[in-house]
């Protein structure tokens, strides 16, 4: 089914009963935070061994009934990505990069052994759901509707081995900013937990690899850090990714350096997208490996300047200080925002909303 085009899909839409209020929505849009509040409706398509992919609907947002064994309960066949629609200058929507979160969705369908969503039915849907719930938008600044594509196996099945039907769902969330501390940078706590060992799923964007990384997280809101930084599963010294975020560092002589993609970290479509937006600019920016303790001393002698985190949700998030719970901490830079940093970030965001030329062709206007 992975030749199915978008044309041949049609999407029936349902009338939504009893919509959230405009008064209501309009309140909660003032100060929408992230991930907690949602749209009137969401995007729905079945896959079954006999038929494909079929049933794809625009409904209202309600429960799912699941039978209790249902192999996503039991074996954690799912799967999720996670992207935003923009509204750009001149009032209309717009996506950034769908066509990538479609690839990456596919790649981790295929780790885990699920069927592969046509990459312009992904989009489709995507869209979709912006077109029913523009009006969801929220108005606080830098705000966004977030979108989170998923899919999991339904089969009623007590069994190890794929499931033989799925179901695939988008739904939104207005979001206002990631991090709610104010501060002008985040801190990280280095976990002595693995996210990812070679040959697992850490390319993957499933949710097994979310829910194993809690207790660090938790562990590092204890302990009053933003994040938690995960290092390498074999040697335990190599820099990989934060919870949900990629890394970057920058150095004295303009250079910035990134990990790189060995299967064991999630390909980032943001980290990605300002890897070319750095090189656009000329600067040089390596994919390699970056050890802990080096961190430390570049930090330390002023070889490396800025540190920052990057990602759907949270977009470009400076790092001021890291905490090793066996070498104690240290601190980049002044502790702040850097001058690279900010410039990335800036230049990022502008193309997102529209307020600067799109060289790569990355935004998708949807009216």
């Known amino acids: 089914m992975a030749t199915l085009a978008a044309s041949q899909i049609n999407f029936t839409h349902q009338p939504h009963p009893s919509p959230v209020p405009v008064d209501v929505r309009d309140a909660a849009l003032a100060d929408p935070g992230f991930g907690k509040l949602f749209s009137d409706h969401m995007v ?10 079929h049933n794809a609907q625009v409904g209202p947002l309600t429960a799912i009934p699941l039978h209790p064994a249902a192999s ?27 066509h990538a979160n479609a690839a990456r969705f596919n790649a981790s369908a295929r780790r885990l052994a699920m069927p592969e ?11 979709q759901l912006v077109a029913a719930d523009r009006d969801w938008f929220p108005t606080v600044p830098g705000g966004s509707l977030y979108l989170r594509p998923f899919m999991f196996a339904d089969e009623a099945f007590l069994g190890v081995r794929p499931a033989k ?28 937990y693995t996210r990812a060992a070679p040959g697992g799923t850490g390319a993957a964007k499933c949710g097994g690899n979310y829910a194993a990384s809690l207790v660090p997280t938790a562990e590092a809101f204890s302990r009053g850090h933003d994040q938690v930084l995960f290092l390498d599963a074999a040697e335990h010294k190599w820099v990989e990714e934060l919870g949900g975020m990629n890394m970057f560092f920058v150095f004295d002589d303009g250079s910035i350096l990134t990990p790189a ?7 980032g479509i943001t980290r990605e997208s300002l890897i070319a937006l750095a090189r656009d600019e000329g600067l040089t920016v390596r994919e390699d490996r970056y050890s802990i303790d ?28 890291v905490t090793d719970p066996h070498q104690g901490e240290f601190v980049i830079g002044s502790g702040g925002p850097g001058q690279t ?26 009216d």
């Open 341 to 366: 940093t900010g410039k990335l970030k800036d230049r990022l965001v502008a193309i997102q909303r529209g307020a600067a030329p799109d060289p790569h062709g990355w935004v998708m206007r949807l």
């Open 165 to 192: 039907s799925y179901k695939f769902l988008v739904i939104a969330s207005p979001a206002g900013n990631y991090f709610k501390s104010g501060a002008p940078a985040v801190s990280l706590w280095v976990s002595d």
């Open 72 to 98: 996503v309960l039991h074996y954690a066949q799912e799967i999720f990505e996670g992207l935003k629609a923009y509204r750009l200058q001149d009032g209309t929507m717009a996506l950034f990069r769908p």
């Open 261 to 267: 993609l060995t299967g064991t970290i999630l390909p």
């Open 44 to 53: 729905s398509i079945e896959w079954s061994e006999d038929a494909g992919w």
């Open 294 to 321: 080096q961190w430390r001393a570049d930090a330390a002698t002023g070889r490396l300047v800025e540190a920052f985190a990057c990602g759907t949700a949270a977009v470009v998030t400076p790092v001021g200080r």
């Open 117 to 127: 969503l046509p990459e312009d039915v992904f989009v489709e849907a995507c869209r």
